[in-house]
């Protein structure tokens, strides 16, 4: 029999782990001295205290590992849960590397433009939602006003209820800059079922994956974030994947000030 600070060395596992091995039944002394407490184990023990940290190395939590270890003499069932952990540690590697290139190229743009570090850019995903759309050729960018008014207007009396978080934003639709005649859609995420109205369509709308820059201020920065933005895609790896959109954080209905405005500009966006 072995004293636990032998036991210890030889297994690589420090007295203090070993006597919460002991306490979550993971790995029990061979015998207790019922009158001092001392706790002793068997060189027969030191195996299972080698599959212990090996499977530790692996990366596998205490509760998987006592899962592991009663399985373990059925080598498909043993087979199955590292293969999960291959699965798992893959993606982990994955979503490293994805994090290692974006401050990869952060760094590079350093220095290299005096605005563009000014608008952070990131991943994200739109989540799927409902929205109450308007969508409509309308003179200029600058008149989006028109499609909320008719929103606003159309759905009065249909008690829409917001989603949460809601999301209202505009679409531009044509594949270019134009100077008028602007093809822009209008949505605001809502909650529940609703009728058509003459100008008003309630749909479901997919998850998207965008690159996005949230900024403070007027619209006239909408440049300058579009750069940041292209420069991000370029620089990380990815294409454009669809039409630009803005979601309104802050918008022109909840402040008179243009300092005041808070607008994220969104770029789908795949691999």
């Not at 015998?31 to 001092?36: E, I, K, P, V």
């Not at 299972?48 to 006592?66: E, P, T």
């Not at 433009?113 to 799927?128: I, R, S, W």
């Amino acid at each position: 029999m072995l004293k636990i600070g032998d036991f210890s060395k030889l297994a690589r596992i420090s007295i203090r782990m070993l006597r919460h091995y002991d306490d979550i039944g993971l790995l029990t002394p061979a015998c207790t001295d019922r009158f001092t407490g001392y706790r002793y184990y068997s060189e027969d023990q030191l195996p299972l205290a080698g599959r212990i940290n090996a499977l530790k190395d692996m990366g596998f939590g205490l509760a998987a590992i006592r899962e592991i270890l009663n399985v373990c003499d059925n080598l498909e069932e043993f087979s199955a849960y590292l293969k999960l952990k291959r699965i798992e540690l893959q993606e982990q590697a994955e979503e490293a590397n994805r994090r290692l290139l974006f401050l990869e190229t952060a760094l590079k743009r350093i220095g290299k433009d005096g605005t563009e570090m000014n608008y952070n850019v990131t991943l994200k995903e739109l989540p799927a939602r409902t929205v109450a759309s308007v969508r409509q050729i309308i003179p200029a960018y600058d008149q989006e006003a028109i499609l909320w008014n008719i929103l606003m207007k159309e759905t009065a009396s249909l008690n829409l209820q917001p989603s949460s978080p809601c999301y209202t934003l505009a679409l531009f639709h044509d594949g270019e800059h134009k100077e008028k005649d602007v093809d822009v859609e209008i949505q605001k995420s809502v909650s529940g079922s609703y009728p058509n109205t003459e100008h008003v369509v309630f749909k479901q709308v997919a998850p998207i994956l965008m690159a996005s820059c949230t900024y403070k201020g007027s619209y006239e920065q909408i440049t300058e974030v579009n750069q940041a933005v292209a420069n991000w895609v370029r620089d990380n790896g990815y294409v454009f994947d669809g039409n630009s959109f803005c979601i309104y954080h802050v918008s022109p209905y909840e402040t008179s000030n243009p300092e005041e405005l808070v607008t994220e500009v969104c770029f789908p966006v795949k691999k």
